[in-house]
């Protein structure tokens, strides 16, 4: 039988390899497609551009028929890779309502949930750990200038 998700997948450009390689992603790594950007404020306060969605977050709608409303994030379905948000809802025929669910990609995260104080350490190490490796970077190349011959 052919394995339905390979670890060794590296890219494609066909798009339906693509699609096979998001529908057939275990779940550690769908978790990973539930990231969405981070408002500018965000940004200059977690020195990073993304994280990943979760419950309470408040996000902003950047796409599609409810662009530009906010809410709190209500269900975040890591299977299907979708987010629900609190108040943002469609009337059914029968006149029962029920939740719209968006793609984390057209969504902004302007304010995120700090309740889970794990989530706050793992986003500080994360920080931490690009400043060092920029740090290393810098030293490499003040290295590379000391060792390379004067030219003139």
Known sequence: MKQKFSTAWIGS????KQRKFREN???HIKREML???LSKELRKKLGRRSIIVRKGDMVKIMRGEFRGKTGKVSVVETK???VAIEG???QKKEGS????YFNPSNLQITEANTEDKKRIK???KKE?????????EDKKEKQGEKNAPNKK
Do not use: F, M, S, Y
């Open 13 to 16: 450009r066909q798009p339906r």
């Open 25 to 27: 992603a275990p779940l």
């Open 35 to 37: 990231a969405a950007n």
């Open 80 to 82: 299907d890779t979708r």
């Open 88 to 90: 943002i809802q469609r």
């Open 97 to 100: 309502k029920v939740n719209v």
């Open 122 to 124: 793992i986003e500080e």
């Open 128 to 136: 931490e750990a690009k400043t060092e490796g920029k740090k290393k």
